[in-house]
């Protein structure tokens, strides 16, 4: 007796339901269908889709399918006629389908399903097929149920519809808004696709996403990394300047050096298709926006990169998820700034398109539509993007410290090459640039170049020893209610032990009484000293710190005391921003740079946290100002801003920019940057 193998109806709900984990990427499936129809458009709509109940429509104006295609290939489960070869003579679209069970876990979202479709080649025909869900739970099989393809005349131009009825599901507002980015970011939103095809969902959360996208803030950016990688494995970079003028290039030795390998195939070549990759960095820094002069302000950059930031992945023209989406960074960017923040771009604060054809398929999609299988292709190809950023790190850092020596560094392997339009064209009508408009290389932020100390010959600072005293004690009391708050929320009673030990010490060293003297310090030492006190307490709270100090001794005035305060407290205010966060930030790091910069010694502080929320900028340094739901007394960055007044001399320090901030910094979240007279050392 012969026999064949059958299915129960329950592995629908295997191969449907189950198997997408959100309702958005089954109607993204459904879109990806209309491109590969050869559509230029797709539109998708809900109707009382907010409950259980609902419908769903996506409509295109595609090819369409005759009967057979509708049986031989809508209907077919597991097997694609998408070979990856050009679908249509209209088209060059390499089709970009697989399998058909993305299409079946849409089928799948509601109970009944009704498709209509006019095929261009049979002008005034449409074929009409109706699957009701319900039909399969009285069969032992799949194969029982009977589907009818019933052919009917249309005046309707080619396309497709496809209807899903009485949805099991209703859409929140969160997955509305997944749906409205995955559809608006779909086909890109670089101003330089041109796929002839466009996705449209009828909802104001698509509206609002557009109008965010549309912004487009590319020409505010710092630098612009591009990589290529051809068909036999080799990569080349370029990196930009702000004004889209080449600072160096890369050869494949460049970018994958001998030491990769033991990850690559001999003779070092990477095993991916051939990929582009481009990454706009940007500064979120209000000093660098003001001095390229722009007509942007950095904050408004801000909600843009919420929607757009991070490295996303194209293949074949359309986006892929969910490389690009918040929390999913594929190029460990947030991982590598936090071990080392100098000169790394993150997913807060850049852009990246990474573009690749795949004309032999190499890049084989997931079952359930997250993205790629990790196969040698795709990790290849991950490696090529990774080692181009780790170039243009390492290209930026040639630069900086040339800029340190006062040397323009030499650009490598660089032809003189023109002047983007695209970049100087905006420039060129922004005013009062004087030098900044022929100066050959970009200015860097991070580290000024070496100044003649502009020596200060007045005494030392009188400072009050019961203002020393106040500060002391009052930072020993935010560290003691900052582990109160932190101890009753504590489960872990060991854990709980150990920051109660550590905050206790640093709270003892805060006021200790010989600590007070005024004399000059070396800037460098006291804050070193400083951070290692509070390193534990940020490492136990998952924060990573980083530190970057001038290679020269730094001399100021004032007490051990007093710089240790603004270190304490500014730590303390990051590790609150951190915990009222939550763990909706990803990775979490402080820097902590010293410098020289124009005879001062400068001292920049910054957090990848929140950054600075509800509060008024000139209100928040005075006493018992908080922000963003804060349960502080307020009183840190007071202590901040008298310890730095007391140590210039002057009660203005924010007014005359000794002390200032910036709400979205370096690190994405609060910067804090102060600016201290120098001192002869022995003064």
């Not at 990790?379 to 780790?390: H, P, Y």
């Amino acid at each position: 007796m012969s026999t064949h193998l059958r299915f129960a109806p329950e592995i629908l709900i295997r191969l449907g339901e189950e198997l997408i984990p959100h309702p958005d990427l089954g109607v993204i499936e459904l879109v990806r269908n209309a491109y590969d129809a050869d559509a230029t458009k797709s539109i998708v709509q809900l109707h009382n889709a907010t409950q259980p109940g609902g419908t769903l429509v996506v409509e295109d104006d595609g090819d369409g399918m005759t009967a057979e295609d509708i049986r031989e290939g809508f209907l077919l489960i597991g097997r694609s006629s998408k070979s990856g070869a050009p679908d249509s003579s209209r088209s060059n679209r390499r089709r970009i389908g697989e399998k058909g069970l993305g299409r079946l876990a849409a089928l799948r979202l509601g109970r009944r399903v009704e498709l209509l479709s006019r095929p261009r080649g049979e002008p005034g025909v449409e074929h009409k097929l109706v699957i009701d869900w319900s039909d399969y739970d009285s069969v032992r099989s799949v194969e029982e149920v009977e589907l009818a393809i019933v052919s009917q005349p249309t005046s309707k131009a080619p396309g497709t519809s496809l209807t899903v009825h009485q949805l099991r599901q209703g859409f929140d507002k969160e997955q509305m808004e997944r749906l409205a980015r995955a559809m608006r970011l779909l086909t890109g939103f670089f101003d330089d696709e041109d796929t002839g095809f466009t996705a449209t969902l009828i909802a104001p959360q698509f509206d609002q996403v557009s109008d965010a996208v549309n912004r487009s803030f590319f020409n505010e950016y710092e630098y612009k990394l591009e990589a290529d990688l051809d068909e036999q494995g080799y990569a080349s970079t370029v990196l930009y300047d702000w004004k889209g003028r080449v600072i160096t290039r890369g050869e494949h030795i460049d970018v994958a050096p001998d030491s990769r390998g033991s990850r690559l195939q001999p003779p070092l070549r990477y095993q991916a298709p051939a990929a582009s990759f481009e990454l706009w960095m940007f500064l979120l820094d209000k000093r660098s926006f003001e001095r390229r002069a722009s007509k942007v302000k950095f904050a408004e950059l801000r909600p843009w990169l919420r929607v757009v930031g991070g490295v996303h992945l194209f293949h074949r023209g359309l986006r892929v998820h969910p490389y690009g989406d918040q929390g999913f960074d594929w190029l460990d960017l947030n991982l590598l700034r936090a071990r080392n923040p100098q000169l790394r771009p993150s997913t807060n604060n850049s852009i990246g398109r990474v573009s690749v054809d795949d004309p032999d398929g190499l890049l084989i999609p997931k079952t359930d539509r997250m993205g790629f299988q990790e196969n040698a292709a795709f990790i290849e190809l991950r490696e090529f993007s990774r080692s181009a950023t780790e170039w243009a790190a390492r290209e930026r850092k040639r630069i900086r410290e040339g800029e340190r020596l006062g040397m323009t560094p030499p650009v490598r392997h660089a032809e003189p090459a023109p002047i983007d339009d695209r970049r100087e064209a905006p420039r060129a009508s922004a005013g009062g640039r004087g030098a900044l408009e022929t100066a050959s290389q970009p200015e860097l932020l991070t580290l000024s170049p070496s100044l003649p100390v502009q020596r200060q010959e007045t005494s030392l600072p009188t400072i009050r020893r019961e203002h020393l005293l106040y500060r002391s004690l009052a930072t020993a009391g935010i560290l003691t209610v900052a582990f109160a708050h932190e101890t009753a929320a504590e489960s872990d009673v060991g854990e709980a032990g150990l920051g109660a030990v550590g905050l206790a010490g640093i709270a003892r060293r805060a006021a200790r009484s010989d600590s007070f003297r005024v004399e000059v310090l070396d800037l460098n030492e006291v804050v070193k000293h400083a951070l290692s006190a509070v390193r534990p307490q940020l490492e136990r709270r998952g924060i990573a710190l980083n530190e970057e100090f001038w290679d020269e001794s730094i001399p100021v005035a004032g007490s051990v005391s007093d710089l240790e305060a603004i270190v304490f407290n500014l730590a303390a205010n990051a590790m609150s921003s951190f915990a009222r966060a939550g763990d909706l930030l990803g990775e979490r790091a402080v820097v902590v740079r010293t410098r020289v910069a124009d005879g001062h010694a400068v001292v920049h502080f910054s957090d990848s946290g929140p950054g600075i929320v509800d509060v008024d900028f000139v209100e928040m340094w005075r006493p018992g100002v908080t922000g963003g739901g804060s349960e502080s007394a307020g009183l840190g960055l007071t202590i901040v801003r008298d310890a730095v007044a007391d140590m210039c001399g002057t009660r203005s320090v924010v007014e005359e920019g000794a002390l200032s901030a910036d709400a979205y910094g370096e690190l994405g979240g609060a910067s804090f940057h102060i600016r201290l007279p120098m001192r002869a050392v022995g003064e």
